[in-house]
């Protein structure tokens, strides 16, 4: 029999991935934010062993027989029905397309192991088919190809599986676990699996309890699914009652720890793990694909999933690329050597030290993974983790104050401020070289307030040993209200609108919003008197709330406020992102034309949105 290795699978212009040549380990661990193209990794792999599987005709002995074309149904495993719009950036034609492969190394008894690779270029071809090309070694594709031993199982993440599930043939599940949905006919699988190579007798008296895994055929493939199956879950075992002749649903229970209970009463940990297992020992695949397998599973139903699938690559010649979200399951797995982790960001692995691979599960934690390579980027000598959502704006203000490549990245979804906090220390361990900005908008608060929050953050980035990491505040309430500077829109919608129009267009908005910006002072001014002054942690810090000139009591909120209701609120009084989508609008209303032309004017630079005290502070002028 032939053992059958996979080293590298090759991936060009498909979905999210241009070029990437991935070298597999035991386990191989896909992680990054969503759009990364962890999912491309796993669709283009399963893709290619099915383009090989319909294509696959005969070997016969002198020459490997092939099909040049496939019809699109005639592809069993398809990610979507359009695949050839699965191709990188545009649809595929007749000249342009996608190729997929896999390098595998293959070894027989008494012989020598050959590595070969084989890779299949589809492109459009007649009639809408798919045209296949193949470059490489046609005697890996007899492998690949083989129907009744898949080249790779994929299989995505498990939340259940249905209450009743009717018995199918060979040929059903085959085509299920080709399609992806292997979770619809696990029962079907165990009961397969079970008759696999255990005589009718044996079958029997196992369900009746009357033996033991011991008792079992070593060779026997359900033997192995029992023994990885009990060194995860101890006492573990799985009884299918099930006459083909009679029933038309399958019976399929489990005893743990004493109880019995069915199939689908098991834990979700538990039923994934006797999902995996139970394909990789009925299929043996070479290639076992997973997405998110870890998702829904509680910490310890993770370290049991661990556990089945170092003992499966341990065991076995079945390697597992799977994608997760996880950060517990991966730093499980970071000091295994049979482990890979690759971190991906817009399609392309990340390059990552050796010595800092250990942050990666740190910055799944929070939620920051979709930094991406910006963070490891040697010439990018500033980092900025900005508070808004789109770092648009901060991007170009940043550009006029700042000469030098820099990251900016958004920690919106890192829990806010304290999670951008913790990023940053993690942050000044991985880039020691670069100094690192939190960009935090005013947000109303006086300039003693603004003051007193920095010396309190200065202080505990000193404590956690950041010495090149700052906070900084807006110059005005948001990085939106900079841009709302008239003398800027005056040079940067020169060619758009003249500075009357832009005045009007400005006190228009302002006079529409009014309500809703006098409620955004309050509403701020309150966040900032609870968290500043009625705080009792606050109340104690008396050294720097004088050394700031910040008073034990808020001032008035009128003095934030226009005089009365006949005065106009004032730009200086406003909250950027309000007044901002107002202009817009009111600047339209005046100019007319195409909408969509005012904004990438406004966002260009000019010497107005320089700000002595951020340009010092980026530059390394100034220590905050």
């Not at 834990?267 to 290639?287: D, H, K, N, R, W």
């Amino acid at each position: 029999m032939t053992g059958v290795r996979v080293d590298k699978i090759y991936i060009q212009n498909f979905k999210k991935i241009e070029n990437q040549e991935i070298v597999l380990k035991p386990i191989t661990v896909l992680v990054g934010g969503n759009t990364s193209g962890k999912s491309s990794i796993l669709q283009a792999a399963q893709l290619c062993t099915s383009l090989m599987q319909s294509a696959y005709i005969e070997n016969t002995g002198r020459t490997i027989r092939k099909l040049k074309t496939l019809a699109l149904d005639e592809v069993f495993y398809r990610p979507t029905e359009k695949l050839l719009s699965l191709r990188h950036g545009d649809a595929a034609s007749q000249t342009k397309g996608f190729k997929l492969g896999f390098e595998c190394t293959l070894s027989k008894q008494n012989e020598e192991a050959e590595t070969l690779s084989l890779s299949v270029a589809v492109t459009r071809g007649k009639n809408a088919n798919l045209a296949l090309n193949y470059e490489g070694d046609d005697k890996l594709m007899p492998t690949i190809g083989d129907r009744d031993l898949p080249f790779s199982i994929f299989t995505p993440g498990l939340s259940g599986i249905p209450l009743k599930e009717e018995w199918k043939t060979r040929g059903a599940l085959d085509a299920a676990a080709m399609h992806g949905d292997a979770n619809l006919y696990l029962r079907t699988l165990l009961d397969h699996l079970l008759h696999k190579d255990l005589p009718a007798d044996t079958v029997s008296e196992w369900c009746r309890g009357a033996l033991e895994i011991e008792d079992l055929p070593e060779s026997s493939s359900w033997r192995a699914f029992c023994t990885f199956l009990n060194d995860c879950y101890p006492g573990a075992y799985v009884y299918i009652k099930h006459n083909s002749a009679k029933d038309r649903y399958i019976d399929v229970s489990v005893e743990y720890r004493g109880l019995e209970f069915t199939l689908d009463s098991s834990s979700t940990g538990m039923l994934q793990v006797i999902q995996i297992l139970a394909y990789a020992c009925f299929y043996a695949p070479p290639l076992l694909l997973l997405d998110e397998p870890d998702a829904h599973l509680h910490a310890d139903s993770q370290t049991r999933l661990h556990r089945a699938l170092k003992a499966l690559t341990t065991n076995t010649t079945t390697r597992v690329v799977l994608a997760t979200h996880s950060p517990q399951l991966l730093q499980l797995m970071m000091d295994d050597h049979d482990v890979k982790v690759i971190w991906l960001d817009s399609g392309k692995e990340v390059s990552v030290p050796d010595g800092q691979l250990p942050a990666i599960p740190i910055l799944m934690e929070l939620g920051a993974l979709a930094l991406g390579a910006q963070v490891f980027d040697p010439k990018n000598k500033l980092i900025v983790l900005t508070e808004d959502k789109e770092a648009d704006f901060i991007k170009v203000f940043i550009k006029a104050n700042y000469e030098g490549s820099f990251a900016c990245l958004s920690y919106h979804g890192c829990g806010n401020l304290s999670g951008a906090r913790q990023l940053s220390v993690l942050l000044s361990e991985l880039r020691p070289d670069a100094r690192i900005v939190i960009h935090r908008d005013r947000d109303f608060r006086t300039t003693e307030e603004m003051s007193f929050e920095l010396a309190l953050a200065s202080a505990r980035l000193k404590l956690d040993g950041c010495e090149k990491t700052f906070e900084m505040f807006t110059p005005l309430n948001d990085i939106e209200h900079s841009f709302l500077n008239s003398h800027h829109l005056e040079e940067s919608l020169a060619k758009l609108a003249n500075p009357q129009q832009i005045q009007d267009a400005l006190s228009n908005a302002l006079e529409i919003k009014r309500d809703e910006l006098t409620a955004k002072i309050h509403s701020a001014r309150e966040v900032i008197k609870r968290n500043l002054y009625d705080c009792e942690r606050m109340k104690k810090k008396l050294g720097d709330r004088k050394s700031s000139g910040i008073s034990l009591k808020p001032p008035k909120n009128k003095t934030f406020l226009p005089e009365d209701g006949r005065h106009p609120i004032e730009i200086s009084q406003c909250h950027g992102k309000i007044a901002y989508r107002s202009f817009i609008a009111e600047l339209h209303k005046i100019i007319k034309g195409d909408s969509r032309s005012i904004e990438p004017k406004i966002m260009t630079c000019t010497e107005f949105l320089r700000d002595k005290s951020w340009h010092e502070l980026l530059s390394g002028k100034a220590e905050g």
